[in-house]
């Protein structure tokens, strides 16, 4: 018995086993001092607060030993009792000083729920996360990239994972099946083709470990977007198409930027889309678009099934199951 109650507290961490040896030290001169001078210490308690105070080196000198025995104890105490509560509290800094590296350097894992998990560090989920902490109600981020060796976004808002996204034990840190959403952004530092490849396996990743959590995927090369959508998917991004307009768009305008204007607003407003109300089954495109503008948002087109109109025809009658794309 008494061997598993060793074991059991070697077992513990360095901190609790120097706090519980600490404490021991403080009742056994605590207690002693009671019965080596009872009226200078008249009761156990007092003996335990003249044993802590004089080992934390504080010294109110409320309680001082008259006898040489009672002052033999106090400095044995002084010299045995101070070294433990040093280590205590070296002890408990360095602990949370290794706790603060862990954290920033993505080494803890992360607990919460309805968090957005971006997949990869570069400048446009830098823009991403800047935006997104920088709201009046910030939601929670969880950021992992296996290139940093520590958080690179000083926020409250931003808990950092340090692995690679296609791995089991990463994403299991993130907390995934409380995850709202999840951006798997492309690392364009490799080949195209190979980055689609990575984005895919880490998709399929997060798909085997929470097929419901809503994944968001940048995909680099046109012929991967039908192999994302296999994986999973629920929306994929083509940056390179959408780069591609804005030199198009730039090529054949004026010079006057209207495009990239445009999008700076949009950064500013929210592009989502809605569900029809049943009472506005069957009215006009024109109905529906006054009756938004009322309400200060912005109508600029339905998308129905897998078509999507923008600007359409005014007297375009509205079906049971479009979908109103709004920008507020």
Known sequence: MPNRVYISFLRMPLLVRILFIALLVFLSFGI?????EPETFPTIFDGIW???????????GDYVPQSTLGRLTALILILLGVGFVSSYFGTLAAAAVTKQDAFSEGRIPYKGKGHIIIIGWNERSKELVGKLTNTKYPQMIVLIDETLEANPVKSKFVHFIQGKGHVDETIIKSDIEKADKVLITADRGNDELQADMNSILTLLTIKGLCPQVKCIVEILTAEQVINALRAGADEVIQSNKLTSVFMVNSLHSNGDGVLSNVVHQLQESRLSSSPINEADIGKTFSEICQGMSAKGILLIGIQRGDKTFLNPSH?????EHDQLLIIR
């Open 50 to 60: 003249w044993a802590i105070i004089t080992a934390s080196t504080v010294g109110y």
């Open 315 to 319: 007297f375009l009658p509205i079906e």
């Open 32 to 36: 002693s001092i009671h019965f080596l």
